[in-house]
């Protein structure tokens, strides 16, 4: 039987394997200055990287599909499909991706359809610098 100690020096072990620990992160956005702009924050953030980025709900959906990504920051008003139905078919999928909504709009009513439909942040595009504390504060706690 596994003792605490091992289960400890299993779960430092691990960790320390992981030792170059990032947050593996994909942004869509159908503006392309607004993903420049993620694409710069995110490089000068200690501990994020980006692995890639949609411009469209479609691309959105295959890159969460194909990278698994730790957390995607999805925009809300996109072609093809939006973010809000991004996000319902990412949770159908049952992926574990962490799932910050990143929008312009500000309205209550559509945070919380967000939050119902199984997103785990909601932020406001005037709030990118809380936005990146937020991913910087769920690599600590993975
Ligand atoms: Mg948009």
């Known amino acids: ?12 072990l691990k960790r320390c394997g992981s030792a170059a ?30 692995v890639g980025a949609a411009e469209n709900g479609v691309e959105a959906l295959s890159l969460v599909q194909e990278l698994n990504p730790d957390v995607a920051i999805l ?4 072609p093809h499909k939006n973010g809000l139905e991004v996000l319902k078919e990412i949770r159908r999928n049952d992926s574990s991706t962490v799932i910050i909504m990143f929008t312009g709009e500000t309205s209550e009513l559509l945070k919380n359809t967000c939050l ?7 932020f406001c595009k005037s709030d990118i610098t809380a936005m990146l504390e937020k991913c910087q504060d769920l690599l600590l706690r993975s």
Request: charged share 30%; net charge positive; proline share 2%.
């Open 1 to 12: 039987m596994e003792s605490p100690f091992c289960r400890i020096l299993s779960r430092v």
């Open 21 to 50: 620990q990032e947050l593996r992160i994909v942004i869509a956005d159908d503006s392309g200055i607004i993903r420049e702009h993620l694409q710069r924050a995110i490089s000068r953030t200690k501990g994020l990287k980006l």
């Open 75 to 78: 925009d809300i008003s996109m």
């Open 116 to 122: 119902e439909q199984g997103a785990n942040h909601f």
